[in-house]
């Protein structure tokens, strides 16, 4: 059996540009792309924090050292400068492969500049103010469905409080 798994992850860097004229891709700087281990062409979702869309796309190089992250073509219109991002390549290995891959986990600054490097995809900076993925933590949404899951089915609709559920 084939498993797709994490390979490289640049986590929330920053929409330096958009083009919605240009024939589509994502323009990232030579020096991210090595950090992550991207290639030219490869195939990547991004991610907008922002907004939430998410979309696939491929990679081409931009300029070492200037932080450039463009989207370009019709993605423009999900995604625009100044956003967030996470931007996610994706392996297709093996058992044994996948076993024992680790991932490049880049995390940058608000100029792209990579400030550090991990292997765990749920690993985060000190002073980043983000939280483990291996850390459950509730949002003010999942509140929300939390209290409109307590609903019983036929208030749902009708506004009704939630039921009482304790036992």
Known sequence: ????????KIHRATVTQADLHYVGSLTVDADLMDAADLLAGEQVTVVDVTNGARLETYVIEGERGT?????????????????LVIVIAYGIM????????RPKVVFVDGENKVVSLDDDP????????????????ETADAAKLDALLMLDPASRSSGLQPENNSR
């Open 1 to 8: 059996m084939l498993r797709t798994m994490l390979k490289s």
């Open 67 to 83: 932080g450039v992250l463009g989207i370009n073509g019709a993605a423009a219109h999900l995604v625009h400068p100044g956003d």
């Open 94 to 101: 093996d058992n044994a492969e996948a076993a024992a891959f």
């Open 122 to 137: 749920a690993y985060v900076p000190e002073d980043s103010g983000l939280t483990s993925g291996g850390v459950v933590a």
